[in-house]
């Protein structure tokens, strides 16, 4: 048997490895070797291993549409706690998932203060971006560990799915925007964003 090093691994940029037969002590470890401190995401899903390495335009999507949450939540008055990038994992589910930003909001409260979270007690985001420049979302993962709303972003175009009776389904309105509409304000600050710049777009969106 061969046996490889993580950092003999060479991820192309935009591109990502997949690992079979990945145990959960494995899973676990691999992610204590990785680190905090990375331009991956990873995945893992009933012993396979998704390793993606990030594209430059999808951590500026990424940071633009989170943007876009918060400044959302603070003109409304809706307070929220960002989990960003945290890793998301069931060890009884075998899953674990990292998205690009994420967010609770009716569970804020409970959340005051959590520096680690443990989904067998704690519960999931209510909020997950995930900009799919790289690979496609693991809709699966994200359904099993109860995420009520999962953001996609990909092709120019937002996505909003919305988790019913344990499958997403795709919604034309966000459940935690009701009467807002979120697919357009999105696409036109997005364009706005590739036109004027980023912090010009945000202050007009603001306003």
């Known amino acids: 048997m061969v046996t490889l090093q993580l950092d003999q691994i060479q991820i192309p940029l935009g591109q990502r490895i997949e690992l079979t037969n990945v145990s959960w002590l494995e899973f676990e470890a691999i992610l204590q070797e990785l680190g905090q401190t990375r331009n991956t995401r990873i995945a893992y899903s009933n012993g396979i291993l998704s390793i993606m390495a990030l594209l430059p335009e999808h951590e500026k999507a990424k940071v633009l549409i989170s943007d876009l949450v918060k400044v959302l939540l603070e003109e409304l008055s809706v307070d929220c706690e960002s989990f960003g990038s945290t890793t ?27 520096d680690r979270i443990d989904l067998s007690v704690d519960p999931p985001p209510d909020l997950a ?37 344990g499958w997403y389904v795709i919604a034309a309105e966000s459940p935690i925007f009701p009467g807002w509409p979120i697919l357009e304000m999105t696409a036109n600050f997005m364009a ?14 603001r306003a």
């Open 129 to 165: 971006i995930e900009v799919d420049l790289t690979a496609k979302t693991q809709t699966e993962a994200y359904a099993a560990l109860g995420v009520p709303e999962l953001w996609r972003y990909d092709d120019n175009q937002l996505q909003i799915a919305v988790l019913r009776q």
């Open 192 to 205: 706005r964003s590739r036109t004027v710049g980023s912090s010009q777009a945000l202050r007009e969106f």
């Open 88 to 114: 998301f994992k069931r060890q009884d589910m075998a899953k674990g998932i990292e998205p690009d930003d994420s967010f609770y909001i009716q569970n804020y409260a409970q959340m005051i203060g959590k």
